[in-house]
C-alpha cells in the first residue's frame, strides 16, 4: 500500500507540471497526459461498452473535452480523477443515447463471421479480428463490472497490481482480491485468449499521435465528430518504414569498418615493437585469434545457414556469417591479450630495467596541458608509448592514449573508460569501439541499453544480429515485444504494430541514421587510428635516422 502511495503522489505532482506545461503552450506536454492515461481510460470505456472501437471513440472525446476545459482544473494534482470523471460521463451519456446495456454491444459469432467473410480485408492496423472482439465480450461480459474493470486494466498495464491500485485508487490487496475472483469468473477454456487479445489491443503511441494531430484543428467552434475524422485520416495515412534492410547494410558496413581499424591496431604495434621477439609475440597473438575465429565460425555456419534458408534469405547466410566472423573475432583477441598480458608486462619492465634503467622513455606524442581541474588536467594525449601496459594510465577530463585511458569527458584508447569513450574497448554513457559497453552504443560488439552494431545486446538493438528485451531489428533480432527484420522472433514480429513503433522510436530512427552513413562512420573510426600510426611510424624513423647518425 505504502507503494501505491508514493506512485500516486509522485505522479500527482508530475501531472501538476504537465498541465502546467500544456497551458504554457507544450504540446508534448499534452502528449504525455495522453499517453499516461490512455490505457486508463480505453479500458473504462471498454469495460463499459464492451466494444474496442467505441472505448476508443469515447477515450479520444475525452481527451479532447479534457483540453479544451483544462483552465478550468483547479486541483491540478488531481488530473487522473478529474479525465476518469470526464471519461464516466461520456460513457453514460453514449450508454443512454443509445437506450442499451453494454452486453448488446457484442453480435453473436455467427452474425459477426458472416460478415467478416463477406467484407474486405480488415485494415492493417487492425491488430485483433472482429471474431476475436467477440469472442472476447462475450467471455468479459459474464463477469461483474466491479471485477471486470480491474481485469481489463491488469492485462493492459503489463501485469502490474501497482498500476492498477493507483489508477483505480484502491488498495494492492483489494486489487488482488478482484482479480482473483474475476479469474475464477472467466472460463478456463477462453482465458488464455483474453490475456493476449487484451495485450494485442491496448492503444499504443498511434493513438496519442491521433489526438495531438488534430488538435490546431478544434477552435471554440470544433466538434468531436471533427476530431473523429481527422483521427481516421492520421491512421490511413500512416506509414511504416522497414529498417531489416537497414540492418543487413549496416551488418556489411559495421565489419569494413572494424577491419581496417584492427589492421591500424596491428600495424601500430609492430611499429612499436623494438625487437624481433615482440613482433613474433604481436604476430601471433593476431594469427592464433583469427585460427580460433575461423573454427567456432566454422561451426556455426550449418545452423545459420539454415536458419537462414528456413526463413528464405539464404542471401543473408554470407553477410550473417561474415558480421560473426569479423565481430568474433575482437573478444578472442582480446581475451589472448588478457591471458599474455603477464608474460609481455614481465618482458617490458625487464627490458626497462636494461635498456632504460628503470626511466621510461618518451612517447611518440605526449602532451599535458597545465591547466587542471580537480586536480585532472584538463587534456592529457600520450600516443606511441611502448611501455604503455606496464605504466599508469592516461587520466584526464579529456584522455587519449595508445593503451589505457580514463577520461571525465572524453576517453580514447585501446581501453577507454569515460561518459563518451572511443577505442578498442569502450565503456562511457557514450561508446564507440570494437567492444563497446554503456548506455548508447556503436560497434562491432555492442552491449547496452541502447546498442547498435555487429552483434549488439541490448533493451532496444539494431544490428546484424540483435538481441534485446523491448525491441530488436535488423538482420537476425530476438525481442520480448517488438522485431522487425529479415529473421526476427518476438511477440509483434514485422507487424503494423511493430513498423509504427519503430518508425517513431528515437533510438530506431538514430540508428537508421547511422548505417545510412556508412563512409562517415567509418572515417570517424579510421581517420584517428591513421593519424596515431602516423605518428608513430614518423618517430621510428626520426629514431633510426638518430642512430645513423651517431653510428
Not at 375 to 388: A, C, E, F, M, S
Request: proline content about 4%; hydrophobic content about 45%.
Amino acid at each position: 500500500m505504502m507503494t501505491t502511495n508514493l506512485m500516486t503522489a509522485a505522479a500527482a505532482n508530475n501531472d501538476a507540471e504537465l498541465v502546467q506545461g500544456t497551458l504554457a503552450g507544450n504540446r508534448d506536454a499534452f502528449g504525455q497526459i495522453v499517453s499516461r492515461y490512455q490505457s486508463l481510460i480505453c479500458s473504462l470505456a471498454y469495460s463499459a461498452t464492451g466494444s474496442l472501437g467505441q472505448s476508443e471513440d469515447l477515450a479520444q472525446e475525452t481527451f479532447i473535452t479534457a483540453w479544451k476545459h483544462l483552465g478550468h482544473l483547479r486541483e491540478r494534482n488531481k488530473l487522473r480523477a478529474w479525465l476518469c470523471g470526464i471519461a464516466r460521463n461520456r460513457i453514460n451519456n453514449f450508454l443512454r443515447r443509445e437506450g442499451r446495456e453494454p452486453i448488446r454491444e457484442a453480435e453473436s459469432l455467427e452474425v459477426v463471421e458472416e460478415t467478416h467473410s463477406a467484407a474486405a480485408p480488415a485494415p492493417a492496423e487492425q491488430t485483433i479480428s472482429n471474431e476475436e472482439q467477440a469472442i472476447l465480450w462475450r467471455s468479459l461480459e459474464r463477469i461483474p463490472h466491479i471485477y471486470r474493470e480491474p481485469l481489463v486494466l491488469f492485462y493492459r498495464e503489463h501485469h502490474s497490481i501497482e498500476a492498477v491500485a493507483a489508477h483505480l485508487e484502491l488498495s494492492e490487496e483489494n486489487v488482488k482480491q478482484r482479480l482473483s475472483r474475476g479469474r475464477k469468473l472467466l472460463q478456463a477454456e477462453v482465458l488464455s485468449f483474453v490475456e493476449g487479445a487484451l495485450e494485442k489491443s491496448n492503444p499504443g503511441k498511434q493513438f496519442t499521435a491521433n489526438v495531438l494531430a488534430v488538435l490546431p484543428a478544434l477552435g471554440a467552434g470544433g466538434t468531436v465528430k471533427t476530431f473523429t475524422m481527422g483521427a481516421a485520416m492520421a491512421k490511413g495515412g500512416a506509414a511504416a518504414k522497414a529498417v531489416g534492410a537497414a540492418g543487413i547494410f549496416g551488418m556489411l558496413c559495421t565489419p569494413l569498418l572494424t577491419v581496417l581499424g584492427n589492421y591500424a591496431s596491428y600495424r601500430m604495434s609492430m611499429d612499436e615493437a623494438q625487437t624481433d621477439h615482440e613482433r613474433f609475440h604481436i604476430k601471433r597473438l593476431f594469427r592464433g585469434a583469427l585460427i580460433i575465429t575461423l573454427t567456432v565460425c566454422a561451426l556455426l555456419a550449418v545452423p545459420l545457414y539454415y536458419e537462414c534458408q528456413k526463413h528464405g534469405t539464404p542471401t543473408l547466410f554470407w553477410s550473417s556469417l561474415i558480421t560473426c566472423l569479423i565481430v568474433i573475432y575482437f573478444p578472442v583477441l582480446g581475451t589472448l591479450a588478457i591471458l599474455t598480458m603477464s608474460g609481455r608486462r614481465r618482458y617490458l619492465k625487464e627490458m626497462l630495467r636494461e635498456q632504460c634503467h628503470g626511466q621510461y622513455p618518451p612517447a611518440a606524442y605526449e602532451y599535458r596541458s597545465r591547466a587542471s581541474l580537480f586536480g585532472w588536467p584538463l587534456l592529457h594525449v600520450r600516443i606511441g608509448d611502448r611501455y604503455d601496459v606496464i605504466r599508469p594510465p592516461v587520466k584526464a577530463w579529456i584522455a587519449i592514449g595508445s593503451s589505457h585511458s580514463i577520461g571525465l569527458i572524453f576517453a580514447s584508447g585501446g581501453l577507454a573508460i569515460a561518459p563518451i569513450s572511443f577505442g578498442g574497448i569502450a565503456i562511457g554513457l557514450l561508446s564507440f569501439g570494437a567492444i563497446s559497453i554503456g548506455m548508447l552504443v556503436i560497434g562491432a560488439f555492442g552491449l547496452g541499453v541502447w546498442a547498435t552494431g555487429g552483434i549488439v545486446v541490448g533493451w532496444q538493438a539494431m544490428g546484424g544480429l540483435a538481441l534485446a528485451w523491448n525491441a530488436a531489428a535488423g538482420g537476425i533480432g530476438f525481442a520480448q515485444s517488438f522485431g522487425l527484420g529479415p529473421i526476427v522472433h518476438a511477440l509483434q514480429a514485422n507487424t503494423d504494430a511493430a513498423k509504427q513503433f519503430f518508425q517513431s522510436n528515437w533510438f530506431f530512427q538514430f540508428a537508421q541514421k547511422i548505417s545510412n552513413h556508412p563512409f562517415l562512420l567509418m572515417m570517424v573510426w579510421v581517420i584517428p587510428m591513421a593519424i596515431q600510426s602516423k605518428i608513430i611510424r614518423n618517430a621510428r624513423n626520426r629514431q633510426g635516422q638518430q642512430q645513423t647518425v651517431q653510428g
